[in-house]
């Protein structure tokens, strides 16, 4: 695909990620909310909507919240069909952790 057709696909993505998170989340900073976005856009919404992690946010329980982005770690492994822990994903949900806790602690 193009650049511009990428950048178009991304787009559309993000403004969905921001519909979802209009939809479901209570209130959250401007970390919260990236971090959020980030994992929407991995995840989609019905797996948000369902989390822990969004239970807890929309309770206050941030630390709480926090410490779930470390159980969204798995991906499933292509020879075997069974989830494994995926380094990338490990970095990936480290970060969005610090993100989500950014200005809080």
């Known amino acids: ?36 976005m980030s994992f929407v856009f991995n995840f989609g919404e019905i797996k948000f909507a369902k989390s822990t992690l969004l239970r807890l946010h929309n309770s206050e329980q941030y630390e709480a919240a926090a410490e779930e982005f470390g159980r969204w770690v798995y991906a499933t492994d292509p020879k075997t069909g069974k989830k494994v822990v995926s380094n990338g994903l490990v970095t990936r949900r480290r970060e969005e952790k610090k993100q989500y806790l950014r200005g809080l602690v």
């Open 1 to 36: 695909i193009t650049e511009e057709e990428a950048d178009a696909l991304l787009s559309k993505d993000l403004k969905e990620c921001h519909r979802v998170l209009k939809k479901w989340v209570n209130e959250c900073t401007e970390g919260q909310f990236i971090a959020l």
